[in-house]
């Protein structure tokens, strides 16, 4: 199956302004996001996207641009990957929220936690549906690109945090362990049996360790894709 590499916006003004922004529009990226962009688009400029996909919120879109800006594919919006549905706590300062009875139920036991109103969503239905949204992009990708592909979603803090707990197996109650930096990529490789968290909240560096090396480099070559190597295998060249 194919790689996923998540990316979480850039740092926005409601980042900033200690506000929960949830599905407000208008939320953009301030000054520091829109240079964390242009970086993880040349960070990114090596690696051969097959398919880029976004949430539909301005601040994942315009991280974004500069990603595709000289590419061949442009991004494809999948509500599935947009920020959880935070009801009437949306707009709402942290420093107000933090006082709410919910408030330890998100940070201790967040797959019962629902938020209020007529459009809040509970977590663990965001991570569903951010879930379902992989496996069917993963599909895509690999029917189209084959089994090496690499693909790239640009989505929210929660969001991707819920996808890797995934990943790993953990239970959404102890997703608050992760961290998710502005603007930080994750990168997950999917094969038949298990996925392999490649990388969490990396914030700089070389990505050409993710493409695939070739067939014929070491003995892993023999090694079915789906086990883990005994001994750690030899990383990226």
Known sequence: ????VLLRHGRSTANTSGVLAGWTPGVNLDDHGRKQADAVAERLRPLPLAAIVSSPLDRCQQTLAPVWA???VAPVIDDRFGEC???DWTGRKLTELVKEPLWKVVQ????AAVFPGPEGEGLATTQSRAVAAV???NA???ASHGPDAIWLACSHGDVIKAVLADAYGMHLDLF???VVDPCSVSVIRYAETRPFVVRVNDVGGDLTGLL???KSAGNEGDVDASDAVVGGGTGAV
């Open 1 to 4: 199956m194919p790689t996923l």
């Open 70 to 72: 000289d590419r061949n």
């Open 85 to 87: 549905r935070y009801g």
């Open 108 to 111: 201790q036991h967040p797959s």
């Open 135 to 137: 496996r069917d992009w």
């Open 140 to 142: 895509r990708v690999e």
């Open 176 to 178: 608050q362990r992760i």
């Open 212 to 214: 695939p090396p070739p």
